[in-house]
């Protein structure tokens, strides 16, 4: 029977974190004193890993989105960019889940980071959210740019553009949906993908 090896320091922090956010929700606070105390190092080493609680939270989160949408098959040359982009932004999309399961993701996220009281602890989770999902298509859009689809000064913006287009897509999924609600949801990226890429097509 094979062992596992031991995880090293690094790990078992980031391990001890999600394990906290994991039992106690998305906002828990991430203290020094109780991460290293669920990872077993001392608090020397934490702050030498992760200055910051921003900067646990980030990576952390950075970890589960690798884990729930891996992008290695963006480099798949048997796709054509443009399939692959919107092949992302289905996947990201389909973790939203239709009827009832959007209603209850949309809930949890109100009740979670709007009908709470802003504090840094709240405000510290939803930016980690939010940068780990821009750093998320602007990986995407980076590869495409190598490829010479798309400008790498417009990736930034190009991303918080499409980042926008998810949220207001998933919002939709948790209203009352109408028969063609798939359908239009499809039209929706085709446009916001085109849009992505128009310099493709001016430069033709």
Request: glycine share 6%; hydrophobic share 45%; net charge negative.
């Amino acid at each position: 029977m094979t062992t596992r090896p031991p995880l090293d320091t690094r790990e078992r922090i980031l391990a001890a974190a999600a394990a906290i956010l994991a039992e106690d929700g998305i906002t828990a606070r991430l203290t020094v004193r109780a991460v290293a105390a669920r990872a077993g190092v001392s608090i020397g080493s934490m702050r030498y890993h992760f200055p910051t609680q921003q900067e646990l939270r980030d990576q952390v989160m950075e970890r589960v989105g690798d884990w729930l949408a891996p992008t290695e098959w963006m480099r798949d040359a048997s796709l054509s960019g443009r399939e692959r982009l919107l092949r992302s932004l289905r996947q990201v999309l389909a973790r939203t889940g239709m009827g009832q399961q959007a209603r209850d993701a949309m809930v949890a996220a109100v009740n979670a980071f709007v009908a709470v009281e802003q504090t840094d602890q709240v405000r510290e989770a939803h930016l980690s959210i939010e940068r780990d999902g821009q750093r998320r298509i602007e990986g995407w859009l980076n590869t495409l740019s190598e490829e010479g689809l798309l400008s790498p000064d417009d990736v930034p913006r190009h991303a918080r553009f499409l980042g926008t287009v998810l949220n207001g897509l998933s919002l939709q999924r948790a209203f009352p949906a109408i028969d063609a609600l798939t359908e239009a949801e499809e039209q929706t990226l085709q446009v916001a993908v085109s849009a992505v890429l128009r310099i493709e097509s001016n430069e033709a």
